[in-house]
């Protein structure tokens, strides 16, 4: 057990940084930057002593991508969004959907060459794809795009079936969970969208509505 120990604890705590990591994620908070730069500084270790090159390497642009995030989230704007404002849930602009594509398929192309002639990588295409779609979905997340949850489906996905060919079980059963959690993120977020919105537009009856609820709370009605 102790030998059992010492060979995936690393696997292990960084299982239970990501179940941090994903439930602030789906609860919008800025502190999933934090662990978001604790958490893949540990598993460029855990990637490297498993082979995994790419991963190693991606773990390194996430620890760098987490700082970006939080900077974004605490002072970055978006169109029409006041001063003093937080940075709002919206859907990624139309006008961004070619960009972000052939960014993702240069980023595949090169991810995958490099993988493939100068590491012993054994599935170059997967680890690349899932490098370069990573890519996308951390720049949707730090915009705060719910379709990052989409690109994070799909990552997340892929991701799990790989770890668990490399024989890292826990993080494979993580990147499965991460796949529930994302499909609901995609309801949490367009719940949280719409309620941002409906107290800009209507702010007095949204301060009416939430007086309401507290009063009924208090008096235990309802």
């Avoid at 987490?66 to 969004?81: D, M, P, R, S, T």
């Avoid at 995958?112 to 680890?127: C, E, G, H, K, Q």
């Avoid at 826990?170 to 719940?191: E, P």
């Amino acid at each position: 057990m102790t030998d059992w120990l010492s060979f995936h604890w690393l696997d292990l705590t960084t299982t239970v940084l990501g179940l941090v990591y994903i439930w602030l994620e789906y609860r919008a908070s800025i502190a999933l930057w934090l662990v978001g730069i604790v958490m893949p500084a540990m598993d460029v270790v855990l990637y490297w002593q498993h082979g995994l090159y790419g991963d190693a390497g991606m773990a390194v642009y996430y620890t760098a991508a987490a700082i970006y995030g939080w900077l974004v989230w605490k002072f970055g704007h978006k169109h029409n969004q006041k001063a003093g404002d937080i940075l709002p849930i919206s859907y990624m602009p139309r006008r961004l959907y070619l960009p972000a594509t052939v960014f993702f398929l240069a980023a595949w192309a090169v991810t995958w060459f490099v993988l493939d002639r100068f590491t012993n990588s054994t599935i170059p295409v997967l680890y690349a794809f899932t490098n370069a779609l990573s890519f996308v979905g951390l720049w949707a997340l730090a915009r705060k795009y719910i379709e990052q949850w989409y690109f994070w489906i799909i990552v997340d996905g892929v991701s799990c079936y790989l770890y668990f060919i490399k024989d890292i079980p826990f993080k494979g059963g993580l990147y499965g969970l991460y796949v529930v959690i994302a499909v609901a993120g995609v309801f949490k977020w367009r719940r949280m969208m719409q309620q941002s919105r409906t107290a800009s537009e209507w702010p007095l009856i949204s301060r009416f509505t939430g007086f309401s609820s507290d009063l009924s709370k208090t008096l235990g009605v309802g």
